[in-house]
Nanobody, 126 residues
Framework: QARLVESGGGLVQAGGSLRLSCAAS????????MGWFRQAPGKEREFVAA????????YYADSVKGRFTISRDNAKNTLYLQMNSLKSEDTAVYYC???????????????????WGQGTQVTVSS
């Protein structure tokens, strides 16, 4: 049974950094493209970043481009999101997601993803 578990969230001051991790189990991690999404209170879940199976391709939402970096370690079955220069508007629950795909590509579409983690809270104080 596939399982994704996020960790690394917490409370940080504006301008600070956090690194989120997503540990995958029960699936062949290296054949899944991965993504990060977030949901702020009272808002719909939105795309943050995506990475291809190999890690060779990545894609970011405009709101985080230049500040966040998505990466993966297929040997450790783990996805990461390095978040720098955090802003109060980055406050949200962050979710990782996995999608099986044959090609080495990315997707920002929520409905493409098959598996989701339970989320980790990130709170940025101003």
């Amino acid at each position: 049974q596939a399982r994704l578990v996020e960790s690394g969230g917490g409370l940080v001051q504006a301008g600070g950094s956090l690194r989120l991790s997503c540990a995958a189990s029960g699936l062949t991690f290296s054949i899944y493209r991965m993504g990060w999404f977030r949901q702020a209170p009272g808002k719909e879940r939105e795309f943050v970043a995506a990475i291809s199976r190999s890690g060779g391709k990545s894609y970011y939402a405009d709101s985080v481009k230049g500040r966040f970096t998505i990466s993966r370690d297929n040997a450790k079955n783990t996805l990461y999101l390095q978040m720098n220069s955090l802003k109060s508007e980055d406050t949200a629950v962050y979710y990782c997601a996995a999608d099986y795909i044959y090609s080495d590509d990315t997707t920002a579409k929520e409905y493409d993803y098959d598996y989701w983690g339970q989320g980790t809270q990130v709170t940025v104080s101003s």
